[in-house]
């Protein structure tokens, strides 16, 4: 009995939001195809907005492209950043040394 709860529960969630009424006209455009496409699948899915097998290889293509890319942006950026903290300690560094020359001569008087 749980099962069967679940099962039209589901369906009912399918219903409500709209799944059932997209699949079905997706399915009715393909039966009413004069020359079926060689894919269904690929039919079903540009049919329901997806790239298509072609598409969807170049997005991958570009998106493997763009994460090499972004490595190396983020390696540049954490090299910076530690130029960035070298220069500042190396301030810090000679902003007391400086102070503690210009006391020195004051504290011997």
């Not at 072609?54 to 530690?82: F, G, T």
């Amino acid at each position: 009995m749980e099962k069967e709860a679940k099962k039209e529960a589901f369906r009912k969630y399918l219903e409500s939001s709209g799944v059932l009424d997209a699949l079905t006209k997706v399915l009715v455009a393909l039966y009413e195809q004069n020359d079926k496409p060689s894919s269904a699948v690929e039919f079903v899915q540009q049919k329901l907005g997806g790239p298509s097998l072609c598409e969807y290889e170049k997005l991958q293509a570009e998106m493997s492209d763009l994460q090499i890319r972004y490595n190396e942006l983020l390696a540049v950026h954490q090299e910076k950043c530690s130029q960035l903290e070298e220069l500042k300690n190396t301030q810090t560094a000679a902003s007391s040394t400086e102070n503690v020359d210009v006391e020195l001569p004051k504290e011997n008087q």
